[in-house]
């Protein structure tokens, strides 16, 4: 079992940057994907990014695309650089641990607790 812990979270007015970090714990992380996911009150979790155990792989949904980079760096740690934020990105934002590069939130097994991102327009 991998343990996730985000942070980075917090109010941004729009146009403006974040950067969130997943910290990773457990022995297999270095060959696990990993991905980013965003949930609003009330609705389901929304898929962002996924990157492969390696890094070689990435993808976006196409609401983030060309705004967010995906990245890690191979031992404990992953990223979200988040640019060009909008109030549509509010949400809280939770990291997950997958065995496959996948967009769906029931492929993921771990869940870190999140870390809220608001955005003001």
């Known amino acids: 079992q991998v343990q996730l812990v985000e942070s980075g979270g917090g109010l941004v007015q729009a146009g403006g940057s974040l950067r969130l970090t997943c910290v990773a714990s457990?022995?297999?992380?270095?060959?696990?994907?990993m991905g980013w996911f965003r949930q609003d009150p009330g609705k389901g979790r929304e898929f962002v990014a996924v990157?492969?155990?390696?890094?070689?792989?990435t993808y976006y949904s196409d609401s983030v695309k060309g705004r967010f980079t995906i990245s890690r760096d191979g031992r404990t740690t992953i990223y979200l650089q988040m640019n060009s934020l909008k109030p549509e990105d509010t949400a809280v934002y939770y990291c997950?641990?997958?065995?496959?590069?996948?967009?769906?939130?029931?492929?993921?097994?771990?869940w870190g607790q999140g870390t809220l991102v608001t955005v003001s327009s």
């Open positions: 990157i492969s155990w390696n890094g070689a792989l």
């Open positions: 457990g022995r297999t992380f270095s060959s696990l994907a």
């Open positions: 997950g641990s997958s065995r496959r590069v996948v967009t769906s939130s029931e492929e993921y097994d771990s």
